[in-house]
Nanobody
Framework: QVQLVESGGGLVQAGGSLRLSCAAS????????MGWFRQVPGKERDIVAA????????YYTNSVKGRFTISRDSAKNTVYLQMNSLKPEDTAVYYC???????????????????WGQGTQVTVSS
């Protein structure tokens, strides 16, 4: 079992920044990949960014490349999503997720993930 707790969401103006955190517990943090997803009402949950077990490989969806950065701190069992130059279209509920399978690639499909956090709302005003 893995427990995930997100924090750091909120309301920000366009062009601003937020940093999301996801604290993990229950199994050795360095043994699994982590991802950030987002979802708006009526749409599917989509990948934002993902990072492999040791932080050596990352994945970003095209719309956030150059603006968002995913990172992980094994000492704190936490994965971060630094979001800069935020746009109104970034407004969504953001979820972190853990993939416990051993893979040769960074997972980016929701079905590849085993555990999910409760989500944190990010709202970007224009």
């Amino acid at each position: 079992q893995v427990q995930l707790v997100e924090s750091g969401g909120g309301l920000v103006q366009a062009g601003g920044s937020l940093r999301l955190s996801c604290a993990a517990s229950g199994r050795p943090f360095s043994s699994y990949a982590m991802g950030w997803f987002r979802q708006v009402p009526g749409k599917e949950r989509d990948i934002v960014a993902a990072i492999n077990w040791n932080g050596g490989r990352t994945y970003y969806t095209n719309s956030v490349k150059g603006r968002f950065t995913i990172s992980r701190d094994s000492a704190k069992n936490t994965v971060y999503l630094q979001m800069n130059s935020l746009k109104p279209e970034d407004t969504a509920v953001y979820y972190c997720a853990a993939d416990l399978q051993v893979r040769g690639t960074v997972p980016y499909w929701p079905y590849e993930y085993d555990y999910w956090g409760q989500g944190t709302q990010v709202t970007v005003s224009s």
